[in-house]
């Protein structure tokens, strides 16, 4: 929110909507993204969507004027709708029938402290060495997860029933 108000000298309203800028795609994506996961699988909405949502993130910080940034915040709503249901299913065709809910709310809680982690280190980070440098390490934690996670992903023995088999 600070960051927009004082290297775009907006206020709270316009730092509202660009912020809206996020939640709307974030938000009226998530049932497309969710039957485009059902249809190709989780494997790329999952990763690649996470390391090019790191690079969003990146890419608000470095852009030069409001309307780029606002155009960058639809880019990481729309990557994060990607991600999200996927994530979510996966968690669920991973956990038993029985152990679904204790299964996402785990997920939850972690994802939750994820945010959390985010924001703390962020604002510490821009507090300390400015905003570009908290978005390059925010961002660039997304992208280093991300990486470091696929070859564990990709071993990860997914289900393969009707939802992951194309249509014909």
Known sequence: MF????????????????????????????????????????TIPIVIGSICYGGAIV??????TLELA???MVLVGVLGA????????????LAGDDERGL???????????????GFLLGGTVASTYG?????????????????????LFLRVDLPMDASFQPER
């Open 3 to 42: 960051y927009f108000q004082e290297t775009f000298g907006i206020g709270p309203a316009e730092t509202g909507i660009v912020l809206g800028l996020f939640f709307a795609p974030f938000a009226l994506l998530q049932y497309p993204m969710g039957v485009l996961s059902d249809r190709i699988g989780r």
């Open 59 to 64: 890419l608000v910080g470095t852009v030069p």
């Open 70 to 72: 606002q155009a960058s």
């Open 82 to 93: 990607l991600v999200a249901p996927a994530t979510m299913a996966l968690v669920t065709d």
């Open 103 to 117: 299964a996402m709310a785990g997920f939850n809680i972690a994802g939750s402290l994820g945010f959390l982690t």
């Open 131 to 151: 905003y570009l440098a908290a978005f390059l390490v925010v961002g660039g934690l997304e992208v280093l997860i991300a990486a470091v996670a696929v070859p």
